[in-house]
């Protein structure tokens, strides 16, 4: 075949050859896939080839642009075809009421075939390079794609990051997850605050709201890798001390051991950790008292940078290269120098990640007091004196307190996003957040209350459908059903009068600090309130099952009844009203599906719907179930039992689809500022009573129910 040059158009620099190839294969690709074409026939060959023959058509079959060639000995522009002395053009296609030419196919000298006729190309989410075809010279029979000219993998934000697993899906990202090229969808959170203003609290609560709804998440708390940092000696297995090197001590991570290398010096000999000879600072040199965190303590005040800086840096090891989506960082950053350090080694491995500062104030005096009740149980100060302890703890706060910048006018002068909250969600202050995940969080922590107060969970009352097998439908309660509706009724009209009972009798105990050795009275900041005053609600599907096990809450007793269509049972779509012997059967392959990944599989048909779609429905019931302090009785269905307990107690997404709900069984759920007090009752149908599941965890059911 003739060598042909191609170069840019007059007076424009020429296409440079990868994205000329780019172009090329663009428009052989077209020529493939355009089933309606004939190659034209050349002097040579009298015959229209067949469409798979395009690989043997040559210069001589095609019009070219006249902008498109030139003359490769001088570089000159050339409206000629350059064939060494025999130049022809290919003759119009016929079509009716027109003339057309074919559109030119370019050949660059060294290019092969394979790549000129679009042929093993990798499939990829990033486009090939490429740039705008001129105008043709004449009409072409196909649209030509024309490629961005992008060269690279993204390197700018998404132009969204809302990612919705299990409502949203890319080719990057079927299952709606963040993926792992999308870094700017991901979020750093970096906590701030002086000790025992309930940071851990709220990055607990985080965590498991953001994982609840499937994004991976996972906290990186600074104190627990310190107090792993200066362990005392005699904690560590004892070693002979000798004069020559002995076994290396107990293997530790990289972070961990910088920080005891810090904190002990290096050997002045060899430039290496100090052996065995130079033991680790002892309980009483460097006890993490609250001397070790007064600013003018330089030699502590390396530790903790140091130890903060590794631990910020496993957290971005976790966001870039393990798949993770949002990391918190817990510890209190309480002065600028530390924040704009961890901004700055953000940003230096990877600039387009999101960062969200969040800071906890405490202004509440009696809030300050039940957090310092919960900072003596931890574990600087477990199985210690008290009153020793609290002092202590004062005095930790103190040196905080001496270098403590609050978020304010810094970060917003630097574009920093954060959100400030005080007294634990009474108030909630946000700056220029950016992103669907920090929006979410800031709609999230804007529901935080400590409000005692009860949360209940139940399947509806046996219905007609539950004993026939059938999925879905919205039959009404057998005899069974009804009986259990009036014990539901009976016994937890019970228990909230024992409640109120109980609520008064803990008003009256003492809870003067420093707590006496031994005191476990629960901490509770809210407990002069108006408990007389509570509500209680009672909250159903849509359906008959549900609504009729409901049935004897009467207004007129302080019960609240409202009935929610997003509490109603996951839809199955087309397989509404069948058993699953009959799905298994009928529709082998979507049975085995199921059964292969319950939490991501979604029914077949209209309405159909799937684990995460109930999650999605349900995460504003569950804001408001933070948001209330008032008493809550759920009477849902078995996915949204599960859904609803899931969250609540915090479980992996390996157990959400398979959660054993049966029938007949009552969750307590009553929020605590450490967690939650868990407890479980099971129907007794002889004796028309629960009985208490002493001990009860949750466990994985065997059948093979919604």
């Not at 706060?397 to 007294?423: R, T």
Request: net charge neutral; charged share 25%.
């Amino acid at each position: 075949m003739p060598a042909i040059v191609v170069t840019g158009e007059p007076d424009k620099p020429s296409i440079s050859p990868p994205r000329r190839q780019a172009q090329l294969s663009d428009i052989a690709k077209g020529l493939l896939n355009h089933r309606s074409w004939a190659a034209m026939p050349s002097s040579n060959a009298q015959q229209p080839a067949p469409p798979d023959a395009i690989t043997n058509i040559t210069a001589d079959h095609f019009q070219l642009p006249e902008s498109h060639v030139s003359n490769s000995s001088n570089g000159t522009q050339s409206n000629d075809i350059q064939t060494n002395g025999d130049s022809r053009l290919a003759p119009p296609m016929t079509v009716p009421g027109r003339a057309l030419h074919p559109p030119a196919v370019h050949h660059v000298p060294g290019l092969p075939n394979s790549l000129l006729h679009g042929i093993n190309h990798t499939l990829s989410d990033t486009p090939l390079p490429s740039a705008p075809t001129s105008t043709p010279a004449s009409p072409r029979l196909f649209p030509v794609r024309q490629n961005s000219g992008i060269t690279t993998p993204r390197v700018r934000p998404p132009a969204t990051t809302l990612n919705i697993p299990g409502m949203t899906r890319s080719r990057v990202s079927p299952d709606g997850k963040i993926s792992q090229r999308d870094v700017g969808a991901k979020l750093v959170v970096i906590m701030v605050g002086l000790p025992a203003r309930g940071k851990s609290y709220i990055t607990k609560k985080i965590q498991r709201y953001l994982s609840w709804q499937q994004y991976e998440t996972r906290i990186f708390n600074v104190g627990n890798r310190r107090r792993g940092a200066a362990i005392p000696s005699q904690n560590l297995p004892e070693q002979p001390i000798q004069d020559s090197p002995v076994a290396s001590p107990p293997a530790v991570d990289a972070p961990t051991q910088a920080a005891r290398i810090l904190l002990n010096g290096l050997d002045p000999e060899q430039g290496q950790p100090p052996n065995r000879k130079t033991r680790l600072p002892s309980a009483e040199e460097m006890d993490q008292s609250a001397k070790f965190f007064d600013p003018q303590n330089t030699v502590a005040a390396q530790l903790r940078d140091q130890v903060a800086m590794s631990t910020l840096d496993e957290l971005l090891d976790f966001l870039l290269n393990q798949g993770g989506s949002v990391g918190i960082l817990d510890a209190t950053n309480s002065t600028i120098q530390r924040r704009q350090l961890l901004f700055d080694r953000v940003k230096e491995r990877e600039p387009k990640l999101g960062i969200l500062f969040i800071e906890s104030v405490c202004e509440d005096k009696k809030l300050l007091e039940t957090n310092m009740r919960l900072k003596l149980r931890g574990p600087d100060y477990r199985d210690k004196d008290p009153e020793s302890s609290l002092a202590d703890f004062k005095k930790r706060v103190e040196a905080y307190e001496s270098a403590y910048v609050p978020l304010g006018q810094y970060e917003e002068d630097h574009n920093m996003q954060y959100i400030k909250m005080i007294n634990v969600g009474q108030k909630v202050i946000h700056y220029q957040l950016q992103g669907f995940l920090s929006c979410g969080i800031a709609s999230y922590l804007a529901t935080f209350n400590l409000s005692p107060s009860q949360i209940w969970i139940t399947r509806h009352g046996k219905s007609e459908d539950n004993c026939l097998g059938k999925l879905g439908g919205d039959s009404e309660l057998t005899m069974e059903g009804r009986n259990y509706a009036t014990v539901l009724y009976n016994f937890i009209t019970l228990k909230r009068s024992e409640w109120e009972e109980d609520q008064m009798r803990r008003a009256s105990l003492s809870t003067e600090l420093p707590p006496k050795p031994g005191d476990r009275t629960p901490p509770y900041p809210e407990l002069l309130g108006d408990l007389d005053a509570k509500n209680f609600c009672v909250w159903t599907s849509m359906l008959k099952r549900s609504r009729e096990t409901a049935a004897d809450f009467d207004e007129d007793e302080n019960y609240d009844v409202k009935n929610w269509e997003i509490l109603n049972e996951i839809h199955a779509g087309k397989f509404e009203g069948m058993t699953y012997e009959d799905i298994k059967k009928n529709y082998p392959e979507e049975y085995a599906k199921r059964a292969k990944d319950k939490l991501n599989y979604i029914y077949p048909g209209v309405g159909g719907e799937g684990y995460l779609q109930v999650i999605n429905r349900l995460r504003d019931m569950v804001r408001e179930l933070e948001r209330i302090k008032d008493h809550v009785l759920i009477i849902g269905h078995r996915s949204v039992c599960r859904v609803l307990m899931a969250y609540f107690m915090d479980l992996t997404r390996d157990d959400i689809a398979d959660l054993d709900v049966p029938l007949g069984l009552l969750f307590s759920i009553e929020p605590k500022p450490y967690g939650i007090e868990f407890h479980a009752y099971r129907y007794n149908e002889k004796q028309f009573w629960f009985d208490e599941l002493v001990d009860y965890k949750p466990q994985r059911e065997t059948e093979k129910g919604n």
